[in-house]
């Protein structure tokens, strides 16, 4: 497997399943829940309808993307605090900022949470970021308990090779 996170590949196939499974894959482009254009994995930067991908292309784009949200998550996480972050909670975190998006990531409670040591707290924040449009998501709710609860299983101990198996809580 190609190394796409510098974490290494065992939270590299675990980003990969967990958040690809969240975003799901789908070649030709559509109108997401608050009408931009959004092709592959979420993806959304220069999408237009019409638009079209291979399953090769879009995973690539997906590698390519996670990549970068990792290198801003590593931006926005003071340097002591990002070593602390056990692999399971960090894809948690990982799959919310690259479903919302930087900007709105480092804006966020959940990153000053991080930055002050409390990564419960951080974990915990997961949920509130449920709104698309102003309205509550409950796809959106469900996707977020799902990183809460990786979250949690990471700072409880569960290495990031166990494969991920939802709770429903």
């Known amino acids: ?29 559509y109108l997401d829940i608050v009408g931009v254009p959004t092709v592959c994995f979420g993806e959304t930067r220069g999408v237009n309808l019409g638009d079209s991908y291979t399953p090769a292309e879009c995973g690539a784009m997906f590698a390519d993307r996670l990549a970068e949200v ?25 799959d919310w900022a690259y479903n919302v998006g930087l900007g709105a990531a480092a804006r966020s409670t959940l990153i000053r949470k991080l930055n002050a040591g409390d990564l419960r707290g951080a974990c915990n924040e997961l949920p509130r970021w449920r709104f698309a449009g102003g309205k509550g998501i409950r796809g959106l709710l469900i996707r977020r308990n799902k990183a809460r609860q990786l979250c949690h299983e990471g700072l409880d101990g569960i290495p990031a090779d166990v494969p991920f198996r939802w709770d429903g809580a």
């Open 70 to 94: 990792e290198a801003g998550l590593d931006r926005l996480v003071a340097d002591p605090v990002e070593a602390l972050i056990p692999n399971r909670s960090y894809v948690g975190i990982l």
């Open 1 to 29: 497997m190609r190394r796409i996170l510098k974490r290494g590949a065992a939270a590299t196939a675990l980003a990969l399943s967990f958040i690809g499974g969240n975003e799901g894959l789908k070649t030709e482009a």
